[in-house]
């Protein structure tokens, strides 16, 4: 009796888990690249009741075996990692169009080794001190151009004194672009740095909306311009978030009532078998 009673509070345990997350996806629906988690169950083995057989040389059919589990558990929640939708805004904010793909940032302007770089898709950018950064203060990371040259120097991302803020657009490429309104003139002042990683559902969090490789995600496949990694940018839109309330809602609250039904009524028979052997003690 205990055992059915564990395997209740373990499945309850797992619901309950699976409910807390589908309501903070959706309480993340308006917050810029928020990414949606998901959790993943397993059963909890409890024991072995009769090993299965194969079939015997007298002629004896073979038998599966028989197993106990004592309910299910939470074996991993994971983010998930598909493009946002697109909310236009100035012309400064950047879209990447790859799920797999982050721009290069750091918490300050001076970032040199790998260690201090950091990564993000929040792409709601502003000016700062004549720098690009993120509603979080991530600086964004690229590679300047001078005279049409491209620099192999991985830098900030900053906006010369003489350009007007109002002049900035990007190109599909990623390339930062002024252009004068009086003279038509137009000039390439950056290409942004991206990267992408083999499995960024296991990137680890060290920030809102900013992460760092581990053994489990796979390390930055370097820090590269999207024409080298065959990546399309889109200049003023940012990326929302990735998550649909209605479907959140179907899949968290209405399969979760179900199964609490369910398990009150288990909870209900067990009951009934107490009180019945209780009236069997007594009478």
């Known amino acids: 009796m205990l055992g059915e009673l564990k395997t209740l509070e373990n499945t309850i345990i797992a619901e309950q888990t699976k409910v807390r997350v589908h309501a903070e996806n959706i309480a993340g629906a308006e917050v810029h690249a928020f990414k949606k988690r998901e959790v993943k169950f397993s059963a909890i083995f409890s024991k072995m009741l009769r090993q299965g ?30 493009l946002g939708s697109k909310v236009e805004s100035d012309p400064i904010s950047i879209y990447i169009n790859n799920p797999k ?24 950018l502003s000016i700062y001190n004549n720098e690009l950064i993120t509603p979080e203060g991530l600086h964004i990371y690229g590679y300047e151009v001078n005279n049409g040259q491209l620099s192999n120097q991985l830098q900030p991302i900053y906006i010369r004194d003489d350009i007007d803020a109002s002049w900035l657009s990007w190109d599909e ?36 909306n900013a992460y760092k490789g581990n053994i489990a995600s ?66």
């Open 53 to 82: 057989t194969v079939l015997s040389d007298g002629g004896d059919g073979a038998t599966n075996q028989q197993q106990l589990s004592m309910g299910a558990k939470v074996s991993g929640i994971s983010k998930v990692f598909s």
């Open 101 to 124: 793909a982050f721009f290069v940032a750091a918490r300050g302007s001076a970032a040199t080794s790998s260690e201090d770089f950091i990564y993000t898709r929040s792409g709601n």
């Open 173 to 208: 490429e990623g390339r930062l672009l002024a252009t004068n309104p009086d003279t038509g003139e137009q000039e390439v002042l950056f290409q942004v740095a991206v990267t992408t990683f083999p499995n960024p559902s296991l990137l680890q969090t060290v920030a809102d």
């Open 218 to 283: 796979g390390e930055a496949t370097g820090h590269r311009t999207p024409t080298e990694s065959s990546i399309s940018i889109t200049g003023g839109v940012y990326e929302g978030s990735n998550v649909e309330v209605m479907e959140e809602a179907l899949k968290g609250l209405l399969p979760t009532e179900r199964y609490m039904q369910a398990g009150f009524t288990a909870f209900q028979a067990i009951l009934n078998i107490v009180d019945k052997f209780l009236q069997s003690v007594s009478g």
